[in-house]
Antibody, heavy 126, light 107 residues
Framework: EVQLVESGGGLVQPGRSLRLSCTASGFIFGDYAMSWVRQAPGKGLEWVGFIRSKTNRGTTEYAASVRGRFIISRDDSNGIAYMEMNSLKTEDTAVYYC?????????????????WGQGILVTVSS | DIQMTQSPSSVSASVGDRVTLTCRASQGISSWLAWYQQKPGKAPKLLIYAASNLQSGVPSRFSGSGSGTDFTLTISSLQPEDFATYYCQQSDSFPLTFGGGTKVEIK
């Protein structure tokens, strides 16, 4: 059974940093892209960024709203994806979901998210 | 960025009804579209990918169609567990973007 479990969320002051972790199980972690999607309270879904598999060079893509502040990385040996969030802003307050990314054709693409974690709340407030 | 617009924003329907939700892209996205269902307090669940491909384990009453800019998600016979919010998502180009969602409520 595929499972994704987020950890590391909580309350943080504006301008500070936080690192989220996503521990995966039930599949060969290194074979898949991993992505983060967030949802502000009472709002819709927003794609944050993703990291390709090492087969696809492990490169990353980010939404403009977090580019330069958030960094996604992966530890294939332990099945963990990370997202380092720096210079946090109040508008980063959201539930953050770890997702497994899939491609329809070329594996370097990201087309949809077939498994989601339960989500973890990050609150940025003074 | 490609804007995804879903309509209506909410719909009231009864068990057994046929329900059609619409998603429109601000530019052509071929068939690079997915649909998700989200219930309150839960993570979204993938229903459809590549516009019309049913995800494994999803009931066959769900179907997707469309290409280019206009897409639909149809629930052929609404069941009690289908009351939720539905989101479309494009993957034609980065950044991936979601529609604002359509809430399916009980009439």
């Amino acid at each position: 059974e595929v499972q994704l479990v987020e950890s590391g969320g909580g309350l943080v002051q504006p301008g500070r940093s936080l690192r989220l972790s996503c521990t995966a199980s039930g599949f060969i972690f290194g074979d898949y892209a991993m992505s983060w999607v967030r949802q502000a309270p009472g709002k819709g879904l927003e794609w944050v960024g993703f990291i390709r598999s090492k087969t696809n060079r492990g490169t990353t893509e980010y939404a403009a709203s977090v580019r330069g502040r958030f960094i996604i990385s992966r530890d294939d040996s332990n099945g963990i994806a990370y997202m380092e969030m720096n210079s946090l802003k109040t508008e980063d307050t959201a539930v953050y979901y770890c997702t497994r990314g899939r491609a329809v054709t070329r594996e370097s693409r990201l087309d949809y998210f077939d498994y989601w974690g339960q989500g973890i709340l990050v609150t940025v407030s003074s | 960025d490609i804007q995804m617009t879903q309509s209506p924003s909410s719909v009231s329907a009864s068990v057994g009804d046929r329900v059609t939700l619409t998603c429109r892209a601000s530019q052509g996205i071929s068939s690079w579209l997915a649909w998700y269902q989200q219930k309150p307090g839960k993570a979204p669940k993938l229903l459809i990918y590549a516009a019309s491909n049913l995800q494994s384990g999803v009931p066959s009453r769900f179907s997707g169609s469309g290409s280019g800019t206009d897409f639909t998600l149809t629930i052929s016979s609404l069941q009690p567990e289908d009351f939720a919010t539905y989101y479309c998502q494009q993957s034609d180009s980065f950044p991936l973007t979601f529609g604002g969602g359509t809430k399916v409520e009980i009439k």
